[in-house]
């Protein structure tokens, strides 16, 4: 870890929540807003995330699984996620969301007409604007958390 934690304190916690709270404290109620507020598949959703904490390398993103109602997905979830392109554990949505995910991060420039059909064939605008949103959010804070070493320091709870 790149930035020094006060003895005692939460790394993450500390980073998002006290060291920049005029910046900190508003990204991370986006980032929590993500959560909240999704109208979208837990599968899609997980799909999307999972693809950008693969990515990112963001530890702490990896081993975290969003849990709706008491449901989260399957352990072997995050190796479909990896071979999204061959998995059958994946639905249209689910598919297209860690395709749109890895494009979104690493090739934003080649998503094209093409990809475009496909992805409206499957999703409303509302849900792509959300989609994009969630998938930036993820993108930004995750790589800042692996960026500065925060992910490596923390630990889920019963991990």
């Not at 395709?99 to 064939?121: I, K, N, V």
């Amino acid at each position: 870890m790149i930035i020094d934690i006060p003895e005692g304190k939460d790394p993450i916690g500390y980073v998002w929540g006290e060291m920049v709270p005029g910046i900190g404290v508003a990204a991370a109620a986006f980032s929590l807003s993500v959560y909240e507020h999704s109208t979208l598949g837990l599968r899609e959703f997980e799909a999307a995330r999972l693809r950008i904490a693969q990515i990112n390398g963001c530890l702490f993103c990896q081993d975290w699984r969003t849990e709706r109602d008491g449901q989260k997905v399957e352990p072997e979830f995050a190796d479909a996620v990896t071979n999204w392109r061959t998995t059958d554990r994946f639905d249209e949505r689910a598919r297209l969301a860690a395709e749109y995910a890895e494009r979104y991060a690493t090739d934003h420039h080649g998503l094209d007409d093409e990809f475009w059909a496909r992805m409206f064939e499957h999703y409303t605008q509302a849900e792509l604007v959300e989609l994009s949103m969630s998938i930036g959010s993820w993108l930004a804070f995750g790589r800042l958390n692996r960026v500065l070493g925060l992910d490596t320091v923390c630990v889920l709870p019963g991990h």
